[in-house]
């Protein structure tokens, strides 16, 4: 199978976020702060994967982008709040002054609300099949509860250094988003089962890829970052690095990696895995 | 019909709030935060008329909880990032400090959001019809969208005089939740189109509300409002005596209410509703 780039994936699917957003509201103050977000840019990789898995399960291209849409503007509004001056204070993002820097902190709070809640209708005008959709929604439900359980571990545990708790805001924050990725078009094409094995795989995708990040954090500079470098030991939040070095954390990734790569159960699925990691441990 | 007394009602269903949240997450520090809001209380108004109106329906009562449980759910976390600086900044909330004074505003902006996505878990773990909870999901999904919506441009609209864009913002920010109260329980009872107009009248109910909460804004005392009273001519923000004087907002009140009173089709219910709006207009 041939793999699609990441690159001309994140064009058209800018412009279906972008469209995304200006038919879901007439309200036009909602809209700019929303576009203003989108227009930064961002990977778009949870998205990609999920058409890479989309095209191989040969489910329609609505279904690859209504999941991919909903994941993508529940994780925009959760950055949102996560840049509050209350949570991360970051002015950057992308590169670009953050939201509450542009428009203000009650917009960046009311357009994060927005965004949060708004995959569900999403997933609803989907053409994902009925049968299967409260499925879906209700993996969507708890894959989002998730995250926000993690957002708040991380803001509110004390004891940065404890492997137990980081692993933990780790998996709940990075890990589960993922594990939707993985799993939520195995469950639109009906194999229940096999999607709970590709959960637990899209997880493990999450903690290399989280792992990666706090690599890059400590390492890269504010130009190739996009946002501020280094806040994570600046503000003492929890990074892979704080309870292993360097080398060790190349390690775990190489091990979880080839672990997954192996369990991985569909086989164009893989390849695109395998690329992605080599890119993200590269870096 | 022997009417439920609202009192009553309250006491039992705020036990169902507390045991929802202790069982939706094993983060102690989210139900500690999510307990000091239930426990400040709250009139529990709009679950209230949903168990009325459930009852009448012949609906099961894990329905009625069910639904508002989400309504009332929904609204906490509104109300949590309501209270926050960069929005109404107010320090009391039904007579105590709010979240954010006691545990932070990074934990009130994201115990905000937990709570705001919560309700869509708490339908599809209901016992409401299979065949009917898309269709409950996606009017949930419409109403608490639409709500944000309101938020947004409470906050963000510059000209607080202007009755039309006042409106609007009554009709989102507290009609449309109403209207959910009224719809949502004749949809699971499978009378769609009863429903659309339920989803109406709820609507009116709310705006009826509303501008008894403004009167009540300008008229009441701390100790008898339980928040700051006059925060809505503080902050220039939207209130119906914006646009009218005290006496014209009351005969407003007294057309909707004859109007409501003559619509509603269900009887027991509309001796509630006349029974409520008795009360909201005496305060």
Tied chains: 1, 2.
């Excluded at 250094?161 to 924050?173: A, G, I, Y």
């Excluded at 799993?183 to 890829?209: H, N, W, Y």
């Excluded at 003492?236 to 990696?257: C, E, F, G, H």
Aim: net charge negative; hydrophobic share 40%.
């Amino acid at each position: 199978m041939k793999t699609l780039p990441l690159d001309h994936f994140r064009t058209q699917f800018d412009q279906l976020l972008l469209s995304e957003i200006r038919n879901s509201t007439s309200d036009k103050d909602l809209v700019n702060a929303v576009v203003y977000t989108f227009e930064a840019g961002g990977k778009r990789l949870r998205p990609y994967l999920i058409r890479c898995l989309c095209d191989e399960l040969s489910l329609g291209r609505n279904v690859a982008d209504s999941l991919g849409k909903a994941v993508e503007v529940f994780h925009t509004g959760s950055l949102i709040h996560d840049d509050l001056p209350a949570l991360d204070n970051d002015d950057l993002r992308r590169g670009q002054p953050t939201l509450h820097k542009v428009f203000g902190e009650e917009v960046a709070i009311l357009a994060g609300d927005f965004l949060l809640v708004h995959p569900v209708r999403i997933l609803l005008r989907s053409s994902i099949d009925r049968e299967r959709l409260l499925s879906v929604i209700e993996l969507w439900t708890e894959t989002s509860l998730t995250v926000i359980e993690g957002e708040f571990l991380d803001v509110t545990f004390q004891d940065t250094k404890n492997e137990k708790t980081l692993e933990e805001v780790h998996k709940k924050k990075t890990g589960e988003l993922f594990g939707f990725c993985f799993a939520a078009p195995v469950l639109c094409a009906g194999e229940k089962e096999t999607a709970s094995q590709m959960l637990a795989l899209g997880r493990d995708f999450g903690i290399v890829f989280q792992i990666a990040d706090d690599i890059k954090d400590m390492t890269a500079t504010r130009a190739t970052l996009g946002k501020t470098p280094g806040k994570d030991a600046l503000l003492d939040r929890p990074s892979a690095l704080n309870v292993m070095d360097l080398t060790q954390a190349r390690k775990v990734i190489d091990k979880k990696v080839r672990r997954l790569l192996e369990a991985l159960p569909y086989e164009g699925f893989r390849d695109v895995i395998e690329h992605l990691c080599k890119q993200i441990v590269s870096k």
